[in-house]
């Protein structure tokens, strides 16, 4: 996401960023994931921010994920399913799991044959192309992550990926109708050359799915955060996205406490 959808700077910046240094990451995923689920009890009652979005991860921790991919985009099912495994071992910490059909991925197409996203960021109102996405996508989309692969977003070619948490719905898209800003939540976009340009930047996917589960714009900005998924250097540009993929129990607990789950 770009400078524009930030708001919350700080408010996910508790706890050290353990996961991805341990040398015994297995153990350390089920002490973060023991602690997300303790925490999330916790806070449930007092702090329920839904913001009427639908629940997305279900009592056995699972987050529907529904790719499609661009045709004529050029972006294999082979990256996407690589993407995948990745978003797997990344939300394990958090004591998730991603429910997606296997390959191949539904492709589906924009006016004109293009892969390049039209995006409206800081804009009250969604672009034609997200709307014409959302509206044709998202139809039976409750509950569950839809993740768009495209080639570049329009707006900004060097972005790698946005995504419409629910804060972002609701505090931006002011002007757009309440049917459609339901419906988009849970939608994000993967722009795939902007990921080759970085070399990659292998936890796009993830990273936007935690926007989404946590309801939220925020980045870390602190140094210390730096092997975090959701840090990004102040005053970023698009083009030095992280690397990062730890998760806090923080952060787990955040996803727990909107899903509402226990
Ligand atoms: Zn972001």
Wanted: contains cysteine.
């Amino acid at each position: 996401m770009n400078a524009l959808l930030i708001f919350l700077a700080a408010s996910l910046a508790a706890g050290p960023a353990r996961a991805g240094q341990s040398p015994d990451l297995s153990q350390a995923f089920s002490a973060l994931s023991a602690q997300a689920k303790r925490a999330s009890t916790r806070l449930k009652a007092s702090d329920a921010q839904n913001h009427g979005a639908p629940r997305l991860v279900d009592s056995g921790g699972a987050v529907r994920l529904a790719p499609f991919v661009c045709a004529g985009s050029g972006i294999s099912d082979a990256q996407v399913s690589a993407d995948i495994a990745r978003a797997r071992k990344v939300l394990s910490q958090c004591g998730l799991k991603i429910a997606v059909s296997p390959a191949p991925y539904p492709r589906f197409s924009l006016p004109d044959g293009r892969c390049n996203l039209e995006t409206d960021e800081g804009s009250p109102v969604f672009s034609s192309d997200e709307r014409d996405l959302i509206s044709r996508y998202r139809t039976k989309g409750a509950g569950v992550l839809t993740a768009f692969y495209l080639s570049w977003d329009s707006e900004d070619p060097n972005e790698a990926g946005t995504s419409i948490p629910a804060d972002y719905a609701a505090e931006v898209k002011t002007a757009a109708p309440a049917s459609l800003r339901r419906q988009a939540l849970g939608t994000l976009f993967i722009f795939q050359k902007a990921r080759e340009t970085m070399g990659g930047d292998a936890y796009t996917l993830p990273h936007e799915m935690v926007h989404i589960l946590t309801e939220s714009s925020a980045h870390l900005y602190a140094p210390s955060d730096s092997t975090n998924l959701m840090y990004r250097p102040l005053g970023y540009a698009s083009t030095s996205a992280s690397q990062g993929s730890a998760l806090t129990s923080a952060q787990c607990a955040r996803i727990w406490q909107v899903s509402g789950q226990p």
